[in-house]
Nanobody, 120 residues
Framework: QVQLVESGGGLVQAGGSLRLSCAAS????????MGWFRQAPGKEREFVAS????????YYTDSVKGRFTISRDNAKNTVYLQMNSLKPEDTAVYYC?????????????WGQGTQVTVSS
């Protein structure tokens, strides 16, 4: 079992920045691939970014590439999503997820989500 708790969401104007954090439980956090997903109102949940257990490999959906940065601090059992140049279309509930079997095999654990609202 892995517990994930997101924080850092809020209301920001377009062009602003937010930094989301995901605190994870467990001694084996450093071996888990991690990802961020989001779900906008009336939309399906979509992939945003992922990071390998080592932090070396990252991947982003095209709509956020160049604006968002995923990172991790394994010593703190924490994953971050730095979001810059935010746009209204980034408005969504953002979820942290863990992939203990590897990112290619899917995400098994999910946080409760944190709301990000970007105003025009």
């Amino acid at each position: 079992q892995v517990q994930l708790v997101e924080s850092g969401g809020g209301l920001v104007q377009a062009g602003g920045s937010l930094r989301l954090s995901c605190a994870a439980s467990g001694r084996t956090f450093s071996s888990y691939g991690m990802g961020w997903f989001r779900q906008a109102p009336g939309k399906e949940r979509e992939f945003v970014a992922s990071i390998s257990w080592s932090g070396i490999s990252t991947y982003y959906t095209d709509s956020v590439k160049g604006r968002f940065t995923i990172s991790r601090d394994n010593a703190k059992n924490t994953v971050y999503l730095q979001m810059n140049s935010l746009k209204p279309e980034d408005t969504a509930v953002y979820y942290c997820a863990a992939a203990p079997r590897g990112r290619d095999l899917g995400y098994d654990y999910w946080g409760q989500g944190t709301q990000v609202t970007v105003s025009s």
